[in-house]
């Protein structure tokens, strides 16, 4: 059974940074690309960034660039993600994903989130001061 278990959010302050962590069970994490996506309520689910598993080829969303860092800890199958100087705008559930295949190791994009079938949970992220 898929299992995406994201966990390291909480309440952090303007400009702080954060590591979410997105633990992975049930299939051979080398297979695939895995993604962040953000919602927040009312809002559309965006795409932070994304990783192929395999040889750690990441993508990252216009909004997230130089702020998002996603790392692949292959000895513990987990995915993280580094969020830096976090602002007021970036409150939201944030939630792992697992793509139809490793989309990016074979040169395409990560963008479309229908093609990311599996998600976890979410974990809450705050920013306020």
């Known amino acids: 059974q898929v299992q995406l278990v994201e966990s390291g959010g909480g309440l952090v302050q303007p400009g702080d940074s954060l590591k979410l962590s997105c633990a992975t069970a049930?299939?051979?994490?080398?297979?695939?690309?895995i993604g962040w996506f953000r919602q927040a309520p009312g809002k559309d689910r965006d795409l932070v960034g994304c990783?192929?598993?395999?040889?750690?080829?990441?993508y990252y969303g216009s909004s997230f660039k130089g702020r998002s860092s996603i790392s692949n800890d292959d000895s513990k199958s987990t995915i993280s993600l580094q969020l830096r100087v976090l602002k007021s705008e970036d409150p939201a559930v944030y939630y792992c994903?697992?793509?139809?295949?490793?989309?990016?190791?074979?040169?395409?994009?990560?963008?479309?989130?229908?093609?990311?079938?599996?998600w976890g949970q979410g974990t809450q992220v705050t920013v306020s001061s």
């Open positions: 994903a697992i793509n139809s295949g490793d989309v990016l190791a074979a040169g395409g994009l990560c963008v479309r989130t229908e093609n990311f079938g599996s």
């Open positions: 049930g299939f051979t994490l080398d297979y695939y690309t």
């Open positions: 990783i192929s598993a395999s040889d750690g080829t990441t």
